[in-house]
């Protein structure tokens, strides 16, 4: 299994960016796939998610109405785009599939199977 992220960078306050996950050696659409990010001294925090059945999407409050999590099953990919970026998005940004969620399983770093190597978004003041 692999999650390949791309899409980072460094972009200007009030800019916007659009992450991608490619997934392979799986079977996309079992899993719920989610998005984490990690700041330098700060733990791993979840960001949002996307259900695999319905596309339910979740969001942290501090991404909540600027950031918006989709899927694309016959690409086997999914997105993340980023709007309105704040100095505070800074962080690397990793990738997750969950072939079993259960519970509130999206904002679970634990939950997850499968982990992307993370992608870095640099937001200047």
């Known amino acids: 299994v692999q999650l390949q992220a791309s899409g980072g960078g460094l972009v200007q306050a009030g800019g916007s960016l659009r992450l991608s996950c490619a997934a392979s050696?799986?079977?996309?659409?079992?899993?719920?796939m989610g998005w984490f990010r990690q700041a330098p001294g700060k733990e791993r925090e979840f960001v949002a998610a996307?259900?695999?059945?319905?596309?339910?999407?979740y969001y942290a409050d501090s991404v909540k109405g600027r950031f918006t999590i989709s899927r694309d099953s016959a690409k086997n990919t999914v997105y993340l785009q980023m709007s309105s970026l704040k100095p505070e998005d800074t962080a690397v940004y990793y990738c997750?599939?969950?072939?079993?969620?259960?519970?509130?399983?999206?904002?679970?770093?634990?939950?997850?199977?499968?982990w992307g190597q993370g992608t870095q978004v640099t937001v200047s003041s």
């Open positions: 997750a599939a969950d072939r079993f969620p259960t519970g509130s399983w999206w904002n679970e770093r634990r939950g997850y199977d499968y």
């Open positions: 050696g799986l079977t996309f659409s079992n899993y719920a």
């Open positions: 996307i259900s695999w059945r319905y596309s339910t999407t």
